[in-house]
């Protein structure tokens, strides 16, 4: 057993690395698209340009396959060791950043990305989460989603008000809670899938909470990434997503930390370098998605 545990480990790490990746791309292509029409129009227009964006249309071909990667991640290890992971992702789009849009990237930012990368592993090596594969009932699920839901849409009630900052911090805090409640569908959609096939996952309600998050998260992000910075939104939803998994993966799931003060002040601590790492990364990156000419 210990061998296939390596295994499914390796794999998870694996699947949560492409997850990161291709959401980075998703994130980098959409943003330079939807920031290209400044005049703020309707909804409706705003959509028809985005379809016109071919680099639009790609960032979602990334997050269908970001959907895909994080399903099999979700499927061979516990969401509060995936949903940090996550976090690779704006590793990833810094390095987008230096060598495909060539932009000039400070000192300061690598260093804050070094700090996040070694918080995130204190975080995970102190905490080692572990967690069963099993499905929770339905009736276990009511008041987490009841209490979540309604955090999203307080979040977006008052994101509709104020500066594109104070707008885009909301729409993304709504997008992390969102997406954490969309990887407990995606996990139990994945488990459905594994134990009664296609068919029969198309008869249990994971499927379709799956896609009707999909749809919210998706609603949300596109709003974050629209209205406002992208170094406003995107700490918002790398922290308040693994925050909010695992809550969700403690709660719904019977996951469980290590134990012991010790334990849980080391992985308190990495978790705390990781959002002091994140927050210092995404303020010192370029502010645009333009090619700078020089270095910085």
């Known amino acids: 057993m210990p061998g296939v545990m390596t295994l499914n480990q390796s794999l998870a790490i694996l699947f ?66 995936i949903q940090p992971l996550l976090v690779v992702e704006l590793i ?9 849009i060539h932009q000039g990237v400070r000192r300061l930012a690598w260093i804050s990305a070094g700090v996040t990368v070694i918080g995130l592993a204190l975080f995970l090596l102190a905490s080692s ?23 999203t849409i307080v979040l977006v009630g008052v994101a509709q008000s104020g500066s594109p900052s104070r707008r885009a911090s909301f729409f993304a805090a709504a997008t992390g809670v969102t997406w954490a409640l969309e990887a407990t569908f995606i996990k139990a959609t994945t488990d459905t899938i594994s134990s009664s096939g296609f068919v029969g996952a198309m008869t249990r309600w994971p499927l379709y909470a799956f896609i009707v998050g999909g749809i919210l998260g998706l609603f949300c992000e596109q709003a974050a990434l629209h209205v406002g910075p992208l170094k406003v939104s995107q700490p918002f939803i790398v922290i308040v997503d693994p925050v909010v998994s695992v809550v969700l993966g403690v709660w719904l799931y019977g996951e469980k930390l290590a134990g012991g003060l010790a334990h849980l002040g080391l992985a308190g601590v990495g978790f705390a370098a990781m959002c002091v790492g994140v927050v210092a990364l995404t303020q010192s990156a370029p502010s645009t998605m333009r090619a700078e000419t020089h270095r910085l």
């Not at 990833?92 to 495909?100: A, I």
């Not at 989460?129 to 955090?151: D, R």
Request: hydrophobic residues 60%.
């Open 92 to 100: 990833v789009v810094l390095l987008l950043r230096r060598f495909w």
């Open 16 to 81: 949560a690395v492409l997850t990161a990746l291709t959401n980075a791309i998703a994130v980098t292509t959409q943003h330079i698209a939807s920031t290209r029409k400044q005049d703020h129009a309707s909804n409706w227009r705003l959509i028809v340009f985005l379809f016109r964006q071919p680099l639009w249309l790609l960032g979602w071909v990334a997050l269908f396959g970001s959907l895909i990667f994080q399903a099999l991640a979700l499927h061979f290890a516990p969401m509060s060791e």
């Open 129 to 151: 989460p572990s967690g069963h594969a099993n499905v929770p009932k339905t009736a276990h699920w009511i008041i987490p989603v009841v209490v979540f839901l309604s955090v």
